[in-house]
């Protein structure tokens, strides 16, 4: 998604609404639970290549190359 696509989505509800994020990725969720959810804690901007590990897991090399793209990162925290 990019950073205009966000905010169109954002602008159609009420600006003093808490804004969660939840995942039902099943490697992500507590035993017995359909879903789980998460803060927003920061917003930042980064230059990142987006690679995956030996794993095949999605992850970014960050600093400038070649390769490297702008990015927004959106940290997360399940404690809130």
């Known amino acids: 998604m990019k ?4 905010i169109d989505l954002l602008e159609k509800h009420d600006p003093e609404t808490d804004v969660l994020c ?11 639970h359909g879903f789980r959810l998460f803060d927003i804690e920061s917003i930042d901007n980064v230059e990142a290549e987006k690679r995956r590990g030996e794993d095949q897991v999605p992850s970014l090399k960050f600093g400038k190359s070649d390769l490297s793209e702008k990015h927004v990162i959106i940290q997360i925290i399940s404690e809130f």
């Open 3 to 6: 950073v205009k696509q966000l």
């Open 22 to 32: 939840y995942t039902e990725e099943e490697a992500l969720l507590p035993k017995r």
